[in-house]
Protein backbone atom coordinates (compact mmCIF):
# COMPACT_ATOMS: atom_id res chain seq x y z
CA UNK A 1 0.00 0.00 0.00
CA UNK A 2 2.75 2.32 1.04
CA UNK A 3 4.81 1.58 -2.24
CA UNK A 4 0.77 1.90 -4.64
CA UNK A 5 0.57 5.33 -2.79
CA UNK A 6 3.89 6.76 -3.54
CA UNK A 7 3.92 6.08 -7.30
CA UNK A 8 0.57 7.97 -7.19
CA UNK A 9 2.40 10.80 -5.66
CA UNK A 10 5.16 10.55 -8.15
CA UNK A 11 2.75 10.73 -11.31
CA UNK A 12 0.58 13.62 -9.52
CA UNK A 13 3.70 15.24 -9.64
CA UNK A 14 5.05 14.45 -12.80
CA UNK A 15 1.59 16.05 -13.98
CA UNK A 16 1.87 19.16 -12.71
CA UNK A 17 5.58 19.56 -13.54
CA UNK A 18 4.41 19.29 -16.73
CA UNK A 19 1.35 21.43 -16.87
CA UNK A 20 3.98 24.29 -15.65
CA UNK A 21 6.44 23.38 -18.17
CA UNK A 22 3.83 23.90 -20.68
CA UNK A 23 2.82 27.36 -19.23
CA UNK A 24 6.05 28.43 -19.43
CA UNK A 25 7.09 27.74 -22.42
CA UNK A 26 3.44 28.89 -24.22
CA UNK A 27 4.63 32.25 -21.88
CA UNK A 28 8.13 32.22 -23.60
CA UNK A 29 6.11 31.57 -27.11
CA UNK A 30 4.24 34.77 -26.15
CA UNK A 31 7.07 36.98 -25.74
CA UNK A 32 9.33 35.86 -28.71
CA UNK A 33 6.23 36.32 -31.04
CA UNK A 34 5.49 39.87 -29.37
CA UNK A 35 9.36 40.44 -29.51
CA UNK A 36 9.56 39.18 -33.16
CA UNK A 37 5.93 40.04 -34.61
CA UNK A 38 4.21 42.93 -32.58
CA UNK A 39 4.54 46.75 -33.73
CA UNK A 40 7.58 47.37 -31.95
CA UNK A 41 9.10 43.93 -32.84
CA UNK A 42 11.90 43.11 -34.48
CA UNK A 43 10.33 42.50 -37.90
CA UNK A 44 9.03 45.67 -38.09
CA UNK A 45 12.03 47.02 -36.63
CA UNK A 46 13.58 45.53 -40.02
CA UNK A 47 11.48 46.90 -41.97
CA UNK A 48 11.32 50.39 -40.87
CA UNK A 49 15.10 50.21 -41.48
CA UNK A 50 14.94 48.82 -45.07
CA UNK A 51 12.38 51.29 -45.67
CA UNK A 52 14.39 54.86 -44.37
CA UNK A 53 17.35 53.63 -46.15
CA UNK A 54 15.38 53.55 -49.47
CA UNK A 55 13.93 56.90 -48.31
CA UNK A 56 17.43 58.40 -48.58
CA UNK A 57 18.66 56.29 -51.28
CA UNK A 58 15.78 57.94 -53.37
CA UNK A 59 16.41 61.37 -51.92
CA UNK A 60 19.64 61.66 -53.02
CA UNK A 61 18.78 60.22 -56.62
CA UNK A 62 15.83 62.30 -56.95
CA UNK A 63 17.85 65.49 -56.17
CA UNK A 64 20.31 64.31 -58.70
CA UNK A 65 17.46 64.18 -61.20
CA UNK A 66 15.99 67.64 -60.62
CA UNK A 67 19.66 68.84 -61.37
CA UNK A 68 20.33 67.35 -64.33
CA UNK A 69 16.82 68.62 -65.42
CA UNK A 70 17.68 71.97 -64.36
CA UNK A 71 20.45 71.96 -66.65
CA UNK A 72 19.30 70.32 -69.88
CA UNK A 73 15.49 70.89 -70.66
CA UNK A 74 14.23 71.90 -67.33
CA UNK A 75 10.65 69.98 -67.97
CA UNK A 76 8.64 69.37 -65.55
CA UNK A 77 8.55 65.54 -65.77
CA UNK A 78 6.45 63.53 -63.66
CA UNK A 79 8.73 60.45 -64.00
CA UNK A 80 6.78 58.10 -64.06
CA UNK A 81 2.33 57.05 -63.95
CA UNK A 82 -0.49 59.02 -62.58
CA UNK A 83 -1.05 57.58 -59.38
CA UNK A 84 -5.04 55.96 -59.76
CA UNK A 85 -6.64 58.08 -57.42
CA UNK A 86 -9.73 56.67 -58.17
CA UNK A 87 -8.83 53.60 -56.40
CA UNK A 88 -9.34 55.19 -53.41
CA UNK A 89 -12.73 54.64 -51.92
CA UNK A 90 -12.57 56.34 -49.61
CA UNK A 91 -10.33 59.01 -46.96
CA UNK A 92 -10.22 55.78 -44.49
CA UNK A 93 -8.38 53.57 -46.61
CA UNK A 94 -6.41 56.31 -48.05
CA UNK A 95 -5.36 57.07 -44.45
CA UNK A 96 -4.12 53.30 -44.14
CA UNK A 97 -1.43 53.28 -47.08
CA UNK A 98 -0.82 57.35 -47.14
CA UNK A 99 0.48 58.94 -44.16
CA UNK A 100 1.94 62.33 -43.91
CA UNK A 101 4.20 63.71 -41.57
CA UNK A 102 2.78 65.13 -38.49
CA UNK A 103 2.77 68.44 -39.36
CA UNK A 104 1.57 68.09 -42.23
CA UNK A 105 -2.27 68.75 -43.72
CA UNK A 106 -5.03 66.40 -43.39
CA UNK A 107 -5.69 63.44 -45.91
CA UNK A 108 -8.70 65.30 -47.34
CA UNK A 109 -6.59 67.86 -48.28
CA UNK A 110 -4.19 65.66 -50.69
CA UNK A 111 -4.23 66.76 -54.32
CA UNK A 112 -4.09 63.35 -56.27
CA UNK A 113 -4.13 65.14 -59.54
CA UNK A 114 -0.53 66.14 -58.97
CA UNK A 115 0.44 62.16 -57.30
CA UNK A 116 2.80 60.02 -59.91
CA UNK A 117 4.56 57.00 -59.20
CA UNK A 118 8.38 57.48 -59.27
CA UNK A 119 10.19 55.42 -61.79
CA UNK A 120 13.32 53.80 -60.41
CA UNK A 121 14.51 52.36 -63.45
CA UNK A 122 14.77 56.18 -64.85
CA UNK A 123 16.29 57.74 -61.17
CA UNK A 124 18.59 54.74 -62.20
CA UNK A 125 17.92 52.54 -58.86
CA UNK A 126 17.27 48.90 -58.52
CA UNK A 127 16.05 46.50 -56.06
CA UNK A 128 13.46 49.19 -54.28
CA UNK A 129 10.52 46.85 -53.32
CA UNK A 130 8.89 49.09 -52.31
CA UNK A 131 6.13 51.35 -53.91
CA UNK A 132 7.08 55.25 -53.71
CA UNK A 133 5.00 58.23 -55.46
CA UNK A 134 5.49 61.99 -55.15
CA UNK A 135 3.65 65.05 -55.34
CA UNK A 136 5.20 67.00 -59.10
CA UNK A 137 4.11 70.32 -57.47
CA UNK A 138 5.92 70.24 -54.01
CA UNK A 139 8.23 67.03 -54.66
CA UNK A 140 7.20 65.33 -51.31
CA UNK A 141 7.61 61.59 -51.98
CA UNK A 142 5.27 58.78 -50.34
CA UNK A 143 5.72 54.97 -49.43
CA UNK A 144 2.68 53.03 -50.94
CA UNK A 145 3.14 49.61 -48.74
CA UNK A 146 0.47 50.36 -45.76
CA UNK A 147 3.81 50.11 -43.54
CA UNK A 148 3.06 52.69 -40.60
CA UNK A 149 6.43 54.30 -39.65
CA UNK A 150 7.34 56.64 -36.91
CA UNK A 151 4.78 55.95 -34.32
CA UNK A 152 2.02 55.02 -37.12
CA UNK A 153 3.02 58.14 -39.33
CA UNK A 154 4.84 57.24 -43.00
CA UNK A 155 8.24 58.37 -43.36
CA UNK A 156 8.17 61.17 -45.83
CA UNK A 157 11.13 62.65 -47.88
CA UNK A 158 12.08 66.33 -47.40
CA UNK A 159 10.92 68.85 -49.95
CA UNK A 160 13.35 68.88 -52.96
CA UNK A 161 16.40 71.49 -52.96
CA UNK A 162 16.39 72.38 -56.63
CA UNK A 163 13.21 73.75 -58.36
CA UNK A 164 11.40 75.95 -58.45
CA UNK A 165 13.43 78.79 -57.45
CA UNK A 166 17.48 80.05 -57.28
CA UNK A 167 19.08 81.95 -56.08
CA UNK A 168 22.45 84.08 -57.20
CA UNK A 169 24.84 86.21 -55.35
CA UNK A 170 26.38 89.73 -57.05
CA UNK A 171 29.02 91.83 -54.89
CA UNK A 172 28.51 95.40 -54.32
CA UNK A 173 30.42 98.28 -52.67
CA UNK A 174 30.16 97.02 -49.20
CA UNK A 175 28.65 93.78 -49.00
CA UNK A 176 26.82 91.75 -51.63
CA UNK A 177 23.51 91.42 -53.16
CA UNK A 178 20.79 88.03 -52.99
CA UNK A 179 18.61 87.85 -56.23
CA UNK A 180 16.25 84.91 -56.09
CA UNK A 181 14.30 84.17 -58.80
CA UNK A 182 10.98 81.73 -59.02
CA UNK A 183 10.17 79.15 -62.27
CA UNK A 184 7.38 81.00 -64.02
CA UNK A 185 5.26 77.80 -63.84
CA UNK A 186 4.53 78.39 -60.48
CA UNK A 187 1.44 79.30 -58.35
CA UNK A 188 1.25 82.65 -57.24
CA UNK A 189 3.89 83.92 -55.32
CA UNK A 190 3.48 85.41 -51.51
CA UNK A 191 6.55 86.68 -50.01
CA UNK A 192 10.47 85.37 -49.85
CA UNK A 193 12.31 84.16 -46.86
CA UNK A 194 16.25 84.50 -47.44
CA UNK A 195 18.29 82.78 -45.12
CA UNK A 196 21.80 83.32 -44.11
CA UNK A 197 24.31 81.09 -41.99
CA UNK A 198 20.62 78.94 -41.68
CA UNK A 199 18.99 81.96 -39.71
CA UNK A 200 16.38 83.81 -41.56
CA UNK A 201 17.79 87.19 -42.40
CA UNK A 202 14.80 88.93 -44.35
CA UNK A 203 11.72 88.17 -45.80
CA UNK A 204 10.63 89.99 -48.42
CA UNK A 205 6.66 90.25 -49.00
CA UNK A 206 5.73 90.36 -53.10
CA UNK A 207 3.98 88.87 -55.62
CA UNK A 208 6.97 88.79 -58.20
CA UNK A 209 9.05 86.27 -60.05
CA UNK A 210 12.07 88.00 -58.66
CA UNK A 211 13.03 89.33 -55.21
CA UNK A 212 16.53 90.60 -53.95
CA UNK A 213 18.34 92.35 -50.71
CA UNK A 214 21.51 93.90 -50.23
CA UNK A 215 23.29 92.53 -47.30
CA UNK A 216 26.28 94.87 -45.47
CA UNK A 217 25.74 93.98 -42.12
CA UNK A 218 27.63 90.40 -41.83
CA UNK A 219 30.76 89.35 -40.57
CA UNK A 220 33.75 88.62 -43.04
CA UNK A 221 34.00 85.37 -44.45
CA UNK A 222 32.09 82.84 -46.71
CA UNK A 223 27.97 82.99 -45.84
CA UNK A 224 26.14 79.78 -46.83
CA UNK A 225 22.63 81.34 -48.35
CA UNK A 226 19.42 79.86 -49.90
CA UNK A 227 16.02 81.62 -50.53
CA UNK A 228 12.40 80.17 -50.05
CA UNK A 229 9.62 81.29 -52.18
CA UNK A 230 6.16 81.27 -50.22
CA UNK A 231 3.20 80.51 -52.19
CA UNK A 232 -0.68 81.54 -51.37
CA UNK A 233 -1.54 77.79 -51.22
CA UNK A 234 0.48 76.78 -48.43
CA UNK A 235 3.56 75.37 -50.28
CA UNK A 236 7.02 77.02 -50.18
CA UNK A 237 10.21 75.93 -52.46
CA UNK A 238 14.02 75.90 -51.24
CA UNK A 239 17.06 77.42 -53.25
CA UNK A 240 19.96 75.46 -54.05
CA UNK A 241 22.63 76.76 -51.47
CA UNK A 242 25.17 79.55 -52.38
CA UNK A 243 28.15 80.93 -51.07
CA UNK A 244 28.42 84.44 -50.45
CA UNK A 245 31.60 85.81 -50.73
CA UNK A 246 31.57 88.50 -47.99
CA UNK A 247 35.00 89.84 -48.03
CA UNK A 248 34.65 93.44 -46.38
CA UNK A 249 36.38 94.51 -43.11
CA UNK A 250 34.29 97.07 -41.15
CA UNK A 251 35.65 96.29 -37.58
CA UNK A 252 38.48 94.15 -35.06
CA UNK A 253 36.25 91.27 -35.54
CA UNK A 254 36.08 91.13 -39.01
CA UNK A 255 40.01 91.66 -39.50
CA UNK A 256 40.52 88.31 -37.24
CA UNK A 257 38.22 86.48 -38.88
CA UNK A 258 39.86 87.06 -41.88
CA UNK A 259 43.09 86.22 -40.82
CA UNK A 260 42.51 83.49 -39.15
CA UNK A 261 40.99 82.19 -42.23
CA UNK A 262 44.41 82.54 -44.09
CA UNK A 263 46.33 81.39 -41.65
CA UNK A 264 43.81 78.18 -41.66
CA UNK A 265 45.30 77.91 -45.19
CA UNK A 266 42.93 79.97 -47.76
CA UNK A 267 44.97 81.81 -49.70
CA UNK A 268 42.60 84.36 -50.90
CA UNK A 269 43.74 84.08 -54.45
CA UNK A 270 42.07 85.81 -57.40
CA UNK A 271 39.56 87.33 -54.29
CA UNK A 272 39.65 91.00 -53.28
CA UNK A 273 39.54 91.77 -49.83
CA UNK A 274 38.24 95.57 -48.99
CA UNK A 275 38.70 97.44 -46.37
CA UNK A 276 35.48 99.65 -45.18
CA UNK A 277 36.69 101.44 -42.40
CA UNK A 278 39.67 102.53 -39.98
CA UNK A 279 40.05 99.54 -37.25
CA UNK A 280 41.41 99.90 -34.70
CA UNK A 281 43.49 96.47 -33.17
CA UNK A 282 43.69 97.30 -29.35
CA UNK A 283 47.07 96.09 -29.16
CA UNK A 284 48.72 95.81 -26.34
CA UNK A 285 51.43 93.54 -24.29
CA UNK A 286 48.43 90.89 -24.08
CA UNK A 287 46.83 91.52 -26.93
CA UNK A 288 49.25 91.06 -29.41
CA UNK A 289 48.72 91.01 -33.51
CA UNK A 290 49.38 88.03 -34.92
CA UNK A 291 50.09 88.29 -38.78
CA UNK A 292 48.24 87.29 -41.82
CA UNK A 293 49.86 84.77 -43.51
CA UNK A 294 52.87 82.52 -42.84
CA UNK A 295 55.34 79.90 -44.69
CA UNK A 296 52.96 77.15 -45.03
CA UNK A 297 49.92 79.55 -45.58
CA UNK A 298 50.65 82.70 -47.81
CA UNK A 299 48.27 85.57 -48.78
CA UNK A 300 48.14 85.84 -52.62
CA UNK A 301 45.18 87.69 -52.99
CA UNK A 302 44.42 91.38 -53.79
CA UNK A 303 43.45 93.84 -50.30
CA UNK A 304 41.98 97.24 -50.89
CA UNK A 305 42.26 99.50 -47.66
CA UNK A 306 40.43 101.93 -49.74
CA UNK A 307 42.77 104.42 -48.08
CA UNK A 308 41.81 103.92 -44.56
CA UNK A 309 43.91 103.32 -41.15
CA UNK A 310 45.02 100.21 -39.29
CA UNK A 311 45.66 101.67 -35.30
CA UNK A 312 46.91 100.31 -32.23
CA UNK A 313 48.93 97.15 -33.73
CA UNK A 314 51.06 95.67 -31.28
CA UNK A 315 53.55 92.99 -31.80
CA UNK A 316 56.15 92.27 -29.66
CA UNK A 317 58.24 88.71 -29.77
CA UNK A 318 60.75 86.72 -30.72
CA UNK A 319 59.34 85.17 -34.25
CA UNK A 320 60.05 86.00 -37.29
CA UNK A 321 57.71 87.30 -40.38
CA UNK A 322 56.27 89.58 -38.44
CA UNK A 323 53.76 92.77 -39.90
CA UNK A 324 50.42 93.46 -40.39
CA UNK A 325 50.70 90.46 -42.96
CA UNK A 326 53.70 88.15 -42.27
CA UNK A 327 53.90 86.13 -45.63
CA UNK A 328 52.13 87.79 -48.88
CA UNK A 329 52.29 87.11 -52.47
CA UNK A 330 49.41 89.50 -53.01
CA UNK A 331 48.93 92.71 -53.77
CA UNK A 332 48.10 94.93 -50.46
CA UNK A 333 47.20 98.78 -51.13
CA UNK A 334 45.75 101.90 -50.12
CA UNK A 335 46.42 101.40 -46.63
CA UNK A 336 47.61 103.11 -43.64
CA UNK A 337 49.28 101.87 -40.53
CA UNK A 338 49.90 102.92 -36.89
CA UNK A 339 52.10 100.79 -33.66
CA UNK A 340 54.65 99.47 -32.74
CA UNK A 341 56.27 96.22 -33.83
CA UNK A 342 59.28 94.42 -32.73
CA UNK A 343 60.99 90.81 -32.62
CA UNK A 344 64.49 89.76 -32.37
CA UNK A 345 63.89 87.83 -35.46
CA UNK A 346 64.37 88.41 -39.23
CA UNK A 347 62.05 89.67 -42.04
CA UNK A 348 60.06 92.56 -39.80
CA UNK A 349 58.31 95.05 -41.83
CA UNK A 350 55.13 97.38 -41.23
CA UNK A 351 53.27 96.30 -43.76
CA UNK A 352 54.67 92.55 -44.37
CA UNK A 353 57.06 90.71 -42.71
CA UNK A 354 57.74 88.86 -45.67
CA UNK A 355 56.86 90.12 -49.73
CA UNK A 356 56.86 88.36 -52.76
CA UNK A 357 53.81 90.13 -54.26
CA UNK A 358 53.22 94.20 -54.88
CA UNK A 359 52.97 96.82 -51.57
CA UNK A 360 51.31 99.88 -53.33
CA UNK A 361 50.20 103.09 -51.99
CA UNK A 362 50.70 102.24 -47.87
CA UNK A 363 51.83 103.89 -45.42
CA UNK A 364 53.93 102.90 -42.14
CA UNK A 365 53.82 105.27 -38.95
CA UNK A 366 54.85 102.41 -36.53
CA UNK A 367 58.20 102.48 -34.85
CA UNK A 368 60.01 98.70 -35.89
CA UNK A 369 62.45 97.07 -34.55
CA UNK A 370 64.02 93.62 -35.39
CA UNK A 371 66.83 91.30 -35.85
CA UNK A 372 67.71 91.82 -39.57
CA UNK A 373 65.82 92.49 -43.04
CA UNK A 374 64.11 95.19 -41.08
CA UNK A 375 61.90 97.86 -43.53
CA UNK A 376 59.37 100.24 -42.67
CA UNK A 377 57.22 98.74 -45.57
CA UNK A 378 58.27 95.39 -46.07
CA UNK A 379 61.29 93.28 -44.00
CA UNK A 380 62.25 91.11 -47.19
CA UNK A 381 60.91 92.11 -50.77
CA UNK A 382 61.89 88.84 -53.55
CA UNK A 383 60.43 89.15 -56.43
CA UNK A 384 58.03 91.56 -55.39
CA UNK A 385 57.77 95.55 -55.89
CA UNK A 386 56.61 98.56 -53.98
CA UNK A 387 54.84 101.07 -55.33
CA UNK A 388 54.31 104.58 -54.36
CA UNK A 389 54.73 103.14 -50.37
CA UNK A 390 55.90 105.73 -47.63
CA UNK A 391 57.36 105.16 -44.14
CA UNK A 392 57.40 108.01 -40.89
CA UNK A 393 58.55 105.54 -38.36
CA UNK A 394 62.32 104.82 -37.05
CA UNK A 395 63.45 101.39 -37.96
CA UNK A 396 65.99 99.69 -36.30
CA UNK A 397 68.22 96.40 -36.89
CA UNK A 398 69.46 94.90 -33.77
CA UNK A 399 71.99 92.63 -35.29
CA UNK A 400 75.69 92.44 -34.31
CA UNK A 401 76.11 88.93 -36.42
CA UNK A 402 78.41 89.22 -39.02
CA UNK A 403 77.05 86.39 -41.67
CA UNK A 404 73.65 87.74 -40.96
CA UNK A 405 73.86 91.55 -41.97
CA UNK A 406 71.91 93.72 -40.85
CA UNK A 407 69.57 95.16 -43.96
CA UNK A 408 67.36 97.63 -42.70
CA UNK A 409 65.65 100.10 -44.96
CA UNK A 410 63.09 102.93 -44.57
CA UNK A 411 61.04 101.28 -47.40
CA UNK A 412 62.36 97.42 -47.64
CA UNK A 413 65.18 95.69 -45.36
CA UNK A 414 66.53 93.69 -48.21
CA UNK A 415 65.17 93.30 -52.10
CA UNK A 416 66.34 90.88 -54.06
CA UNK A 417 65.23 88.87 -57.29
CA UNK A 418 62.78 90.27 -59.78
CA UNK A 419 60.69 93.42 -59.44
CA UNK A 420 61.32 97.01 -58.33
CA UNK A 421 60.97 99.80 -55.09
CA UNK A 422 59.15 103.13 -56.82
CA UNK A 423 58.16 106.45 -56.07
CA UNK A 424 58.65 105.55 -52.52
CA UNK A 425 59.56 108.34 -49.63
CA UNK A 426 60.61 107.90 -45.70
CA UNK A 427 61.23 110.35 -43.28
CA UNK A 428 61.76 108.10 -40.09
CA UNK A 429 65.23 107.72 -38.85
CA UNK A 430 66.83 104.75 -39.89
CA UNK A 431 69.27 102.60 -37.58
CA UNK A 432 71.14 99.47 -38.04
CA UNK A 433 74.82 97.47 -38.37
CA UNK A 434 75.26 96.72 -41.97
CA UNK A 435 73.62 97.95 -45.09
CA UNK A 436 71.56 100.54 -43.85
CA UNK A 437 69.33 102.81 -46.06
CA UNK A 438 66.94 105.22 -46.32
CA UNK A 439 64.54 103.89 -48.92
CA UNK A 440 66.72 100.02 -48.97
CA UNK A 441 69.49 98.22 -46.68
CA UNK A 442 70.81 95.82 -49.21
CA UNK A 443 69.11 96.14 -52.69
CA UNK A 444 69.74 93.76 -55.43
CA UNK A 445 67.02 95.27 -57.98
CA UNK A 446 65.96 98.71 -59.45
CA UNK A 447 64.79 101.69 -57.60
CA UNK A 448 63.30 104.09 -59.44
CA UNK A 449 62.34 108.17 -58.13
CA UNK A 450 62.68 107.70 -54.59
CA UNK A 451 63.45 109.82 -51.70
CA UNK A 452 64.83 109.77 -48.06
CA UNK A 453 64.18 112.22 -45.65
CA UNK A 454 65.66 110.55 -42.55
CA UNK A 455 68.43 110.35 -40.93
CA UNK A 456 70.20 107.09 -41.69
CA UNK A 457 72.73 106.03 -39.13
CA UNK A 458 75.22 103.00 -39.70
CA UNK A 459 77.41 101.19 -36.69
CA UNK A 460 79.92 99.44 -39.00
CA UNK A 461 79.49 99.75 -42.79
CA UNK A 462 77.89 100.15 -46.04
CA UNK A 463 75.34 103.12 -44.72
CA UNK A 464 73.74 105.01 -47.81
CA UNK A 465 71.11 107.52 -47.80
CA UNK A 466 68.79 105.81 -50.91
CA UNK A 467 70.62 102.20 -50.22
CA UNK A 468 73.09 101.04 -47.80
CA UNK A 469 74.31 98.29 -50.61
CA UNK A 470 73.38 97.75 -53.89
CA UNK A 471 74.67 94.30 -54.93
CA UNK A 472 72.70 94.67 -58.73
CA UNK A 473 70.57 96.89 -60.21
CA UNK A 474 69.73 100.20 -61.00
CA UNK A 475 69.12 103.06 -58.96
CA UNK A 476 67.38 106.08 -61.22
CA UNK A 477 66.43 109.79 -60.30
CA UNK A 478 66.69 109.24 -56.49
CA UNK A 479 67.12 112.12 -53.96
CA UNK A 480 68.75 112.02 -50.68
CA UNK A 481 67.68 115.22 -48.10
CA UNK A 482 68.75 113.28 -44.60
CA UNK A 483 71.81 113.53 -43.08
CA UNK A 484 74.10 109.90 -43.44
CA UNK A 485 76.06 108.75 -40.41
CA UNK A 486 78.56 106.00 -40.93
CA UNK A 487 81.71 104.06 -40.25
CA UNK A 488 83.31 102.87 -43.52
CA UNK A 489 81.59 102.84 -46.96
CA UNK A 490 79.29 105.94 -46.31
CA UNK A 491 77.42 107.76 -49.31
CA UNK A 492 74.35 109.74 -49.98
CA UNK A 493 72.68 107.58 -52.46
CA UNK A 494 74.40 103.82 -51.72
CA UNK A 495 76.94 103.23 -49.42
CA UNK A 496 78.54 100.58 -51.60
CA UNK A 497 77.58 100.70 -55.37
CA UNK A 498 77.82 97.51 -56.95
CA UNK A 499 79.15 93.60 -56.25
CA UNK A 500 81.46 92.14 -58.57
CA UNK A 501 79.97 88.66 -58.41
CA UNK A 502 76.60 90.22 -58.86
CA UNK A 503 77.35 92.27 -62.14
CA UNK A 504 77.37 95.40 -60.68
CA UNK A 505 74.86 98.37 -60.65
CA UNK A 506 73.92 101.73 -62.17
CA UNK A 507 73.53 105.15 -60.65
CA UNK A 508 71.85 107.47 -62.60
CA UNK A 509 70.12 111.01 -62.41
CA UNK A 510 70.56 111.06 -58.72
CA UNK A 511 71.43 113.48 -56.02
CA UNK A 512 72.63 114.22 -52.44
CA UNK A 513 71.49 117.30 -51.06
CA UNK A 514 72.51 116.39 -47.36
CA UNK A 515 75.69 116.31 -45.10
CA UNK A 516 77.58 112.84 -45.42
CA UNK A 517 80.00 111.51 -42.58
CA UNK A 518 81.35 108.71 -42.28
CA UNK A 519 85.11 107.72 -40.87
CA UNK A 520 86.66 106.38 -44.53
CA UNK A 521 85.07 105.70 -47.71
CA UNK A 522 82.86 108.38 -48.08
CA UNK A 523 81.30 109.88 -50.36
CA UNK A 524 78.25 111.91 -51.49
CA UNK A 525 76.79 109.54 -54.30
CA UNK A 526 78.50 106.37 -53.22
CA UNK A 527 80.76 105.41 -50.78
CA UNK A 528 82.36 103.10 -52.96
CA UNK A 529 81.85 101.89 -56.25
CA UNK A 530 82.82 98.57 -58.36
CA UNK A 531 84.89 98.27 -61.50
CA UNK A 532 81.83 96.81 -63.10
CA UNK A 533 79.20 99.67 -61.86
CA UNK A 534 79.24 103.68 -63.30
CA UNK A 535 77.45 106.84 -61.85
CA UNK A 536 76.24 109.15 -64.33
CA UNK A 537 74.18 112.61 -64.62
CA UNK A 538 74.64 112.68 -60.81
CA UNK A 539 75.63 115.48 -58.49
CA UNK A 540 76.38 116.15 -54.75
CA UNK A 541 75.74 119.84 -53.09
CA UNK A 542 76.22 118.54 -49.16
CA UNK A 543 79.28 118.46 -47.02
CA UNK A 544 80.65 115.49 -47.13
CA UNK A 545 83.25 114.49 -44.47
CA UNK A 546 85.97 111.62 -43.50
CA UNK A 547 87.00 111.66 -40.14
CA UNK A 548 89.32 108.86 -39.70
CA UNK A 549 91.28 106.71 -42.19
CA UNK A 550 92.26 103.20 -42.48
CA UNK A 551 95.03 101.08 -42.16
CA UNK A 552 96.46 99.59 -45.26
CA UNK A 553 99.39 98.53 -45.93
CA UNK A 554 103.25 100.64 -44.70
CA UNK A 555 101.49 101.52 -42.03
CA UNK A 556 99.23 104.47 -44.26
CA UNK A 557 95.86 105.68 -43.62
CA UNK A 558 93.12 106.31 -46.34
CA UNK A 559 90.33 108.25 -45.92
CA UNK A 560 88.98 108.36 -49.61
CA UNK A 561 86.44 110.97 -49.37
CA UNK A 562 84.94 112.78 -52.61
CA UNK A 563 82.22 114.37 -53.92
CA UNK A 564 80.45 111.65 -55.90
CA UNK A 565 82.31 108.89 -54.52
CA UNK A 566 84.84 107.84 -52.17
CA UNK A 567 86.28 105.18 -54.06
CA UNK A 568 86.45 103.89 -57.76
CA UNK A 569 87.61 100.52 -58.34
CA UNK A 570 89.49 99.66 -61.55
CA UNK A 571 87.00 97.65 -64.14
CA UNK A 572 84.76 98.97 -67.00
CA UNK A 573 82.51 101.45 -64.62
CA UNK A 574 82.80 104.94 -65.00
CA UNK A 575 82.34 108.50 -63.57
CA UNK A 576 80.15 110.71 -66.10
CA UNK A 577 78.34 113.92 -66.39
CA UNK A 578 78.77 114.16 -62.48
CA UNK A 579 79.32 117.47 -60.03
CA UNK A 580 80.30 117.73 -56.62
CA UNK A 581 79.31 121.78 -55.29
CA UNK A 582 79.59 120.57 -51.40
CA UNK A 583 82.53 121.16 -49.08
CA UNK A 584 84.79 117.86 -49.19
CA UNK A 585 86.60 116.80 -45.78
CA UNK A 586 88.79 114.76 -44.57
CA UNK A 587 89.23 115.62 -40.64
CA UNK A 588 92.67 113.43 -40.20
CA UNK A 589 95.49 114.31 -39.91
CA UNK A 590 97.26 111.20 -41.23
CA UNK A 591 95.05 109.96 -43.92
CA UNK A 592 94.61 110.45 -47.66
CA UNK A 593 92.82 110.63 -50.63
CA UNK A 594 90.20 113.65 -50.73
CA UNK A 595 88.86 114.57 -53.87
CA UNK A 596 86.71 116.85 -55.34
CA UNK A 597 85.12 114.13 -57.69
CA UNK A 598 86.41 111.09 -56.06
CA UNK A 599 89.25 110.38 -53.45
CA UNK A 600 90.63 107.22 -54.69
CA UNK A 601 90.42 106.49 -57.86
CA UNK A 602 91.26 103.65 -60.45
CA UNK A 603 88.67 104.01 -63.32
CA UNK A 604 86.98 106.24 -65.93
CA UNK A 605 86.13 109.77 -65.18
CA UNK A 606 84.64 112.41 -67.81
CA UNK A 607 82.43 114.93 -68.21
CA UNK A 608 82.68 115.93 -64.49
CA UNK A 609 83.47 118.96 -62.52
CA UNK A 610 83.61 120.45 -58.94
CA UNK A 611 83.49 124.34 -57.44
CA UNK A 612 83.27 123.06 -53.48
CA UNK A 613 86.08 123.32 -51.43
CA UNK A 614 88.07 120.26 -51.02
CA UNK A 615 90.35 120.34 -47.40
CA UNK A 616 92.67 117.48 -46.91
CA UNK A 617 96.20 116.76 -46.18
CA UNK A 618 97.73 114.42 -47.95
CA UNK A 619 96.58 113.87 -51.50
CA UNK A 620 94.16 115.57 -51.71
CA UNK A 621 92.63 117.35 -55.61
CA UNK A 622 89.85 119.26 -56.93
CA UNK A 623 88.65 116.37 -59.09
CA UNK A 624 90.59 113.36 -57.71
CA UNK A 625 92.80 112.81 -54.54
CA UNK A 626 94.74 110.08 -56.04
CA UNK A 627 94.35 107.86 -59.40
CA UNK A 628 95.88 105.36 -59.50
CA UNK A 629 95.52 103.69 -63.15
CA UNK A 630 93.14 106.28 -64.64
CA UNK A 631 91.94 105.65 -67.84
CA UNK A 632 90.33 108.44 -69.53
CA UNK A 633 90.05 111.66 -67.75
CA UNK A 634 88.33 114.79 -69.00
CA UNK A 635 86.08 117.61 -67.59
Request: overall charge negative; charged content about 15%.
Amino acid sequence: MNVKKLKQANIGITLIALVVTIVILLILAGITINLVFSDNGIIKKAQIAKNEVEVSTIKEALELYYLQQYFTTKEDNPIGEQFPSTQITDSNTLEAIVQFQSDAESVEQIHFERLYYLDMDRLGLFGITNEYFMDIETRVVYINNGIELNSGMTYVLEEKEIFPVTLAVEQIVNGFKLIATSDENNEQISSYNFYINNELYKTVVTSEKTAQIEVTDKEFGNLPCYVRVNRNNGQNDKSLEVIAENYFIRNKTDMELFRDSVNNGNSYSGKTIKLLSDIDLQGSESSQWTPIGTTETIFSGTFQGNGHQVNNLYINNNQPNQGLFGVSSGHILDLNLYGSIASTEENIGGIVGSNSGTIETCTNHSNITGNYYVGGISGQTNNGNVINCSNTGNITGLSTDSENLSRVGGIVGYKLGTGQIETCTNAGNINGQTQVGGIVGGNDGNILECTNNGIVSGTVEFTGGIVGTTGSGTLTRCDNYGKVIGIESVGGISGVQGVESKGGSFITKCSNKADITGEYVVGGISGFTSSSSSISLAYNIGNVTATLGKFIENSNYISQVGGITGAKEDGNGYIDSCYNTGIIKCSSLDAKQTGGIIGGNNGNISNCYNVGRVDGQIEVGGIIGTSIRMRHYSI
